[in-house]
């Protein structure tokens, strides 16, 4: 564990030494946030949309903002970088247990996006969004966001063990826009057509997403909250057992 | 050859190796290609004697690497068998890593962190504490006169800066046997001439280094015995005297050879065929 800790502290201190990454994996989500936002709270009032429950459109879209940063993590990369740099060779070299290595990474990027969510949400405070389940929803608002981007990160760190390459590594990171877009992202899933409706329900990210517009726009609901951790858990376990095996067996 | 084994620390067994550091019994990898199986390295066999600085010579994919990854735990073993400091390498990959330092190709070195901070964490995860790893790191910045740049994020450092790093990095823990893969291949002559030093030194306290390089002239200077492998076996073994004083004698009066005649000679190449392979050759 102290391994893990240890690489996760290194991980952590990358990250803040690119700060470019940082601002750029913030930047586009809320420049989403924006766009979207603009485009159709004219269509959705908050005073005669039910579904906003008398919050703007913007409370609406942070979710996908949310999940957006927390895609963002530049775990992957790091790892196959040092894999075509020969680092990763070194620190299989060490007498630590090889699933330190990507876990180290998985720790930060759990530390990073609790980071982001937080300064997301503040940012959106001023622009009246709110969280309406309170203090303890905010708390699972940001632990929600940051343990999808663990979970994400280690899907993208499959690839990068699995292919050994930045490019593959980058096309693999495109994988989530489908999913993403493949939910209830604009209007709830009551309202959407028949097809996208059971494409959404079919789709594990679309409970991640209700528990996130849950959390802003309702009070504690754990009818909605639950099944989105249940998501993060249930895909978590298959993430880790993945990363595990794969670090075991790289040759 | 069969090895006695008898019980070593930490319930290790540990097999009797009179005086050898590294032993390789027909040591074998294959990898499945497009092509189909690639036989890298075909049945290696080899000693590395405790406290020498052993070179390991080929041509370009000849296997040299793909040795040092197998006796490095980096690589599994197709079949045959390897020990380090009287342990297997398959067997205890974990204790193989205590004993062992490990600097391969490139310099292999996160360039986000600083000097300090990289070779600080490795003493950590070596379980050295907080302190004791602060310590040695500086004791190793000392020993590669990086002490200047210790602070700098590795990024900012010259290719002779990030070897002579890579060095101490592999030496944190204090190995028994240091790996090197061509440890100065692509330094400029100074930052080379540095290296050897540091190896002189590093092998003066009783560190068994096993080198492998192109550079036939960096063999003749740093090396007690040597091997040269091609085509994934070994061709010829000995001591750089020795190996020049059998092809002399194979060749009768001429010239006195040099280590490049013997490589060329153990290779099956000359001058003309391998010049695109062995052109640094200088010796």
């Known amino acids: ?28 989500p809320l420049f989403f946030l924006v766009v979207n936002t603009g485009q159709a709270a004219k269509i959705f009032p908050s005073g ?39 680092y990763f060779d070194k620190l299989r070299a060490i007498p630590i247990p090889r699933y330190a290595i990507v876990l180290g990474r998985l720790v930060a990027e759990g530390a990073k996006g609790v980071v982001l969510a937080t300064v997301i949400v503040l940012l959106a405070l001023p622009f009246g969004i709110s969280i309406a389940s309170g203090p303890l929803g905010f708390v699972l608002l940001v632990a929600l966001t ?43 899933r009551e309202l959407l057509t028949e097809p996208m409706e059971v494409a959404a329900t079919v789709n594990p990210v679309t409970y991640l997403m209700e528990a996130l517009r849950s959390l802003i726009l309702d009070d504690l609901d754990w009818g909605k909250i639950l099944p989105g951790f249940g998501v993060v858990a249930a895909m978590g376990v298959v993430m880790l057992v993945l990363n595990v095996r794969m670090i075991e067996r790289y040759d | 050859m069969r090895l006695a084994s008898s019980p070593g620390p930490k319930g290790i067994e540990q097999n009797e190796m009179s005086g050898a550091a590294v032993r390789a019994e027909g040591l074998v990898k294959h990898y499945d290609g497009r092509e189909g199986t690639v036989e890298a390295v075909r049945g290696v066999d080899l000693e590395v004697h405790a406290g020498e600085v052993f070179g390991f010579l080929g041509p370009n994919g000849a296997g040299k690497s793909t040795t040092v990854r197998m006796l490095t735990t980096l ?67 000392a020993l590669v006169e990086l002490e200047d740049a210790a602070d700098r994020v590795i990024k900012g450092y010259s290719g002779g800066m990030q070897r002579r790093l890579d060095l101490a990095a592999a030496l944190v823990h204090e190995p028994e046997v240091l ?16 290296v050897w030093e540091e190896l002189r030194r590093i092998n003066g306290r009783g560190t068994t280094v096993f080198l492998t390089t192109q550079y036939l002239e960096e063999a003749d200077q740093l090396c007690d015995r040597l091997a040269i492998i091609d085509g994934g076996r070994i061709v010829r073994e000995g001591t750089p005297a020795q190996l020049k004083a059998d ?16 490589f060329l000679d153990a290779t099956g190449r000359t001058r003309e065929r391998g010049a695109g392979e062995v052109q640094e050759v200088t010796a």
């Open chain 1, 1 to 28: 564990m102290s391994a893990t800790i240890e690489l996760g502290r290194r991980a952590l201190r990358e990250a803040i030494r690119q700060p470019d990454a940082l601002l750029m994996t913030m930047f586009i």
């Open chain 2, 179 to 194: 790996f090197l893969d061509e440890p100065t291949t692509g330094l400029d002559p100074a930052s080379r001439l540095t």
């Open chain 1, 146 to 188: 940051a343990l999808w981007g663990v979970v994400y990160s280690g899907f993208i760190q499959l690839i990068a063990l699995k292919s050994r390459s930045a490019a593959a590594v980058n096309s693999g990171g495109l994988i989530f826009f489908p999913l993403l877009f493949l939910t209830p992202n604009f209007v709830p």
């Open chain 2, 247 to 262: 092809l002399r004698a194979r060749n009768g009066h001429g010239p006195e050879p040099t280590l490049d005649d013997v």
């Open chain 1, 48 to 86: 005669s949309t039910e579904f906003l429950e008398g919050q703007g459109y913007g409370a609406f879209q942070l979710p996908i903002t949310l999940l957006l940063a927390a895609s963002f993590g530049m775990a992957a990369l790091f790892l196959v970088e040092e894999i075509e740099g020969g």
């Open chain 2, 75 to 141: 690589l599994s073993i197709t079949s045959g068998r390897a020990e380090v400091v009287g342990i297997d390498v398959a067997r205890n990959p974990d204790e193989v890593r205590r004993r062992i330092g490990v600097a391969l190709q490139e310099a292999g070195l996160d360039p986000r962190q600083t000097g300090r901070e990289l070779l600080v964490m490795h003493g950590r995860l070596f379980g050295f504490g907080a302190v004791e790893a602060k310590e040695r790191a500086q004791q190793l910045l």
